[in-house]
């Protein structure tokens, strides 16, 4: 009969870390595509009005912002001096810009997106709710004159209109 010698205690293998950088890299490149980075500084205060029908919108990759309401900084390009400025992409504009500035934008807009995307681009306009309503109408006449039809407004919270 054979007999089973206990040879000396066995040392545990290390841990092969070799690979883990390359795991954490990985993880890494993965949070950096799906993170949605803040695209532009908003230069303007605004407190959006609420409404009483609201929808959300699908797909926020294609919507494009034009800000519309009173300067943070008095530095800021504004239509009437120091009232109300629009802010397009990181820059606001000035009165004698405005009507090329916003068409600019708006081809700027449609020529970074692809055939279908460009169909479905909206823009939406964030503004005071003590703005005047001419400057919206201002920049709604030029984002149809450019054939930009899609137009979302952007509300705060939804209200009941039977409450008050």
């Known amino acids: 009969m054979a007999r089973f010698i206990k040879e000396g205690k066995k040392?545990?293998?290390?841990?092969?870390?070799g690979s883990m950088s390359d795991i954490i890299f990985m993880f890494l490149?993965?949070?950096m595509v799906i993170t949605n980075m803040r695209e532009s500084d908003i230069k303007v205060k605004f407190s959006t009005p609420n409404a009483s029908e609201i929808q959300k919108l699908e797909k926020k990759s294609l919507v494009a912002t034009i800000y519309i309401g009173t300067p943070k900084s008095k530095n800021e390009n504004t239509l009437p001096p120091g009232k109300v400025s629009i802010q397009l992409n990181d820059q606001t504009v000035?009165?004698?810009?405005?009507?090329n500035d916003v068409r600019d934008f708006i081809a700027t807009e449609k020529e970074s997106r692809n055939e279908e995307d460009k169909q479905k681009l909206t823009f939406s306009i964030k503004a005071d709710k003590d703005i005047q309503m001419r400057y919206i109408n201002l920049i709604k006449g030029e984002l149809r004159a450019n054939n930009a039809l899609k137009i979302n407004?952007?509300?705060?919270?939804?209200?009941?209109?039977?409450?008050e």
């Not at 000035?94 to 009507?99: A, D, I, P, R, W």
């Not at 407004?153 to 409450?163: C, D, P, S």
Request: glycine share 4%.
């Open 29 to 31: 490149f993965f949070f």
């Open 94 to 99: 000035k009165q004698e810009n405005l009507v």
């Open 11 to 17: 040392s545990v293998p290390e841990i092969n870390t």
């Open 153 to 163: 407004y952007a509300t705060g919270k939804k209200i009941n209109m039977n409450e």
